[in-house]
């Protein structure tokens, strides 16, 4: 099986600016969740959604978005980006909860 | 309240000797333990978990012991070797399945 997916790899935006980010699941998982991370906080939990609900949500402010689409696939979005949105942002998907998450390999997102 | 303290934040042990990571959980609901290894520049990988019905769980030089009614988890190395080294996490879930990760252990093996 192909493993977790999440496009782009690099990115660099202003202050201001708006970004979306995609990932794609393991085949069979219907779990997938979003992390930010830095060198000082570890992994934050953004939000997690099953079957394209919201099922968890995280601390963070509500410029801080995400959806999942039927086949599973999520995208999140960040608006009105600051400095302190630079981080590596990772997906996770698992098939069920209590179940191993299997981590993409990040969006390194840099704000200017 | 959900919280997953993890300790120490570093750790430097000379190859061949043993590494323990201890985390500590809020949530008396949590019943799941991973444990993930992050070398540098790629992605977290689960290297072992332990389910609240047992108290300890080994895959060879790793082993991971979980106290419930202390609430607390460790993540025990032995025989470390240099490909050892990495960022390890602890993660336990809360009452709403939301999984809460501590802020992570930078081991460093020495020759």
């Known amino acids: 099986k192909a493993g977790v997916t999440q496009t782009p790899r690099y990115l660099i935006k202003t202050r201001g600016q708006q970004v979306t980010l995609s990932c794609s699941p393991i085949?069979?998982?219907?779990?997938v969740s979003w992390y930010q991370q830095t060198p000082g906080q570890g992994l934050q939990f953004l939000f997690e959604?099953?079957?394209?609900?919201?099922?968890n949500k995280g601390n963070f402010p509500g410029r801080f978005s995400g959806r999942q689409f039927s086949n599973s696939r999520s995208e999140m979005n960040v608006s009105t980006l600051e400095l302190g949105d630079s981080a590596l942002y990772l997906c996770?998907?698992?098939?069920?909860?209590?179940?191993?998450?299997?981590f993409g390999p990040g969006t390194r997102l840099t704000v200017l | 309240g959900e919280n997953v303290e993890q300790h120490p934040s570093t750790l430097s042990v000379q190859e061949g000797d043993s590494a323990v990571i201890k985390c500590t959980y809020s949530d008396s609901a949590s019943n799941y333990f991973p444990w993930y290894k992050q070398e540098l520049g790629k992605r977290p990988q689960l290297i072992i978990d332990?389910?609240?019905?047992?108290g300890e769980k080994k895959d060879q030089r790793i082993a991971v012991t979980l106290n419930k009614t202390a609430k607390h988890f460790s993540l025990h190395i032995t025989e470390t070797q240099p490909e050892d080294s990495a960022v390890y996490f602890c993660?336990?879930?809360?009452?709403?399945?939301?999984?809460?990760f501590g802020k992570g252990t930078r081991l460093h093996i020495l020759p």
């Open positions: 996770a998907s698992r098939v069920a909860v209590r179940n191993e998450q299997f």
């Open positions: 993660a336990g879930p809360n009452r709403d399945d939301k999984i809460i």
């Open positions: 332990i389910r609240s019905n047992v």
């Open positions: 085949s069979g998982h219907r779990s």
């Open positions: 959604y099953f079957s394209e609900t919201q099922r």
